[in-house]
């Protein structure tokens, strides 16, 4: 009895945690799946501070979390610089192709709307500002 707190505090955090895909195909196939569009984010999760703060203020927040599940596939490209968070060779030969392609000039953060082929909607980056106006400004893109 006393380890039900424990897994109760779990399961919220983990339910309302962010649903990256890390496969850029498998992401192809979930938004044809369920008809949506693909947020695909490059990111320093570990030296880019305007990357930490779109993660902190945009990316983890439960709002922003409960509308991105309902309306888009997340997709994740990291391309962090310490030894600790080091990516095994497969995620990061795949990073790179994505980065060939979508982020050609090195813009981190870079936020990609894609469609489900992988055509591009349109491009951010961080922006000071509220979940929901950048939901309205990612949102913008599809119109």
Do not use: H
């Not at 990073?95 to 870079?110: C, T, V, W």
Request: hydrophobic share 40%; charged share 25%; proline share 4%.
């Amino acid at each position: 009895m006393r380890l039900f707190p424990f897994f109760m505090f779990f399961i919220c955090v983990f339910s309302w945690a962010q649903d990256w895909q890390t496969d850029f195909n498998k992401a192809r196939e979930l938004a044809a799946e369920e008809n949506k569009p693909i947020i695909l984010v490059f990111q320093g999760s570990d030296w880019c501070a305007p990357c930490i703060k779109l993660d902190r203020d945009i990316w983890q927040d439960e709002d922003f979390i409960k509308y991105a599940k309902k309306n888009y596939i997340m997709l994740l490209a990291d391309f962090p610089r310490r030894k600790k968070n080091k990516l095994s060779a497969v995620q990061q030969l795949r990073n790179n192709k994505l980065a060939e392609i979508y982020n050609k000039d090195g813009n981190f953060p870079l936020v990609v709307i894609l469609d489900q082929k992988g055509d591009v909607f349109g491009k951010t980056a961080y922006k000071k500002s509220s979940p929901e106006d950048y939901i309205s400004l990612i949102n913008s893109f599809l119109q």
